[in-house]
């Protein structure tokens, strides 16, 4: 169990503000951060790793981290820390690095067989791709068994077919270990498929406290499907109007009446819903 209380001063996209939390987290959930950028959420977990100061108050499993007359250093804290950036030791292999956080040969090589890397132990980060190395800093974050395994965006800059491996290899590590996850995502198919638990944030302040399937299933009335996205392009053919919508990875054509479209425009942010229709899906 985690208890989290906390207080913070942020200057965010639209001015001053204060991240103010109270959470409690289960042991072995995984949890979403999601909201706009600026909102806090990459804060959040930076204080959870004691990597920045603030007036808050940390207990997990009835261990204060943090409280008002304590401060544990970050190398105290049970924890895994994933960022955007691998941040290999180049001049080291593959097994070295995750060796020299914790010299456990037998928990390395579960680690790599877990994502598909015993076959390059051997190798340095150079000779590595993107996806090979974020399998490594993975890896590298499970190899003291934290308690608690944060991750920063870690697929963000990956293509989809990668990202959605590693997607694959995260949820195998999450059920080996148990480990309790906190991950910063925009991806809503990410959100939707690791997490058990959202948390939106905007703004330092907490939105909703809910399932992937509550935040980002929206529908009304008779609606079957809902989706955001942004307007790119509005074309004008002949009486009618097609917009161009980018949702989540995908592009889409949407045709509307003149009357449906006026008042939109190109940067628009929108909501896409549908009706009772026969849909198709291939594989």
Known sequence: MIEITIHKALHGGEGEMELSLNLTIKEGEFLALYGKSGSGKTTLLRILA?????ESKIIVDGEVWQDSKKMLPPQKRQIGFVFQDYALFENMNILENLLYVHNDKKLALKL???TELTNLQKRYPKGL???QK?????????????KLLLLDEPLSALDLE?????QNELLKIHNEFQTTTIMVSHDPSEIYRLASRVIHIENGQLLQDTTPHQLLLKTNGSQKFSFEGEILELRVIGVVV???VAIAQQIVEIVLSKEEAKGLKQGDLINASTKAFLVALKH
């Open 50 to 54: 004691g990597l920045e100061a603030s």
């Open 112 to 114: 790599l067989e877990l």
């Open 129 to 131: 791709s993107g996806g």
């Open 134 to 146: 974020q399998r490594v800093s993975i890896c590298r974050a499970m190899m003291k068994k934290p």
């Open 162 to 166: 990668m990202r959605q491996k590693l």
């Open 242 to 244: 097609v917009a161009v």
